[in-house]
């Protein structure tokens, strides 16, 4: 099993970022598709970001593209995502999943990941 640990979360100001981090200590990064999800308060898990085992970006959220960059370093066995400008509506809890389906690159939903994180909290004040 899998264990994926990110660091990277904290309280900003409105305008601010941050860069959450996560990686895997079985396996790497680069075998599995790997992609965040957030929960904000009182709402459901929903999908931020994909980055496949091939390398392809998928952003889900129509609210940070532009402000959101997801990416991987293979040396480092790390992917990230860059979080700019960010708003209080994107406090949340974040956290990364690691999925072994190499079929399809569309995985948008927590069914569709086999490992994940403990989770990370993302507090936007304004």
């Known amino acids: 099993q899998a264990q994926l640990v990110e660091s990277g979360g904290g309280l900003v100001q409105a305008g601010g970022s941050l860069t959450l981090s996560c990686t895997t200590s079985?396996?790497?990064?680069?075998?599995?598709?790997m992609g965040w999800f957030r929960r904000p308060p009182g709402k459901e898990r929903e999908i931020v970001a994909v980055?496949?085992?091939?390398?392809?970006?998928?952003y889900f959220q129509r609210i940070v593209k532009g402000r959101f960059t997801i990416s991987r370093d293979d040396a480092k066995n790390t992917v990230y995502l860059q979080m700019n400008d960010l708003r209080p509506d994107d406090t949340a809890v974040y956290y990364c999943?690691?999925?072994?389906?190499?079929?399809?690159?569309?995985?948008?939903?927590?069914?569709?990941?086999?490992?994940w994180g403990q989770g990370t909290q993302v507090t936007v004040s304004s």
């Open positions: 999943a690691a999925s072994e389906n190499h079929s399809n690159d569309y995985l948008a939903t927590p069914d569709d990941y086999d490992h």
């Open positions: 980055i496949t085992w091939r390398g392809g970006k998928i």
């Open positions: 079985v396996g790497t990064v680069s075998s599995y598709t």
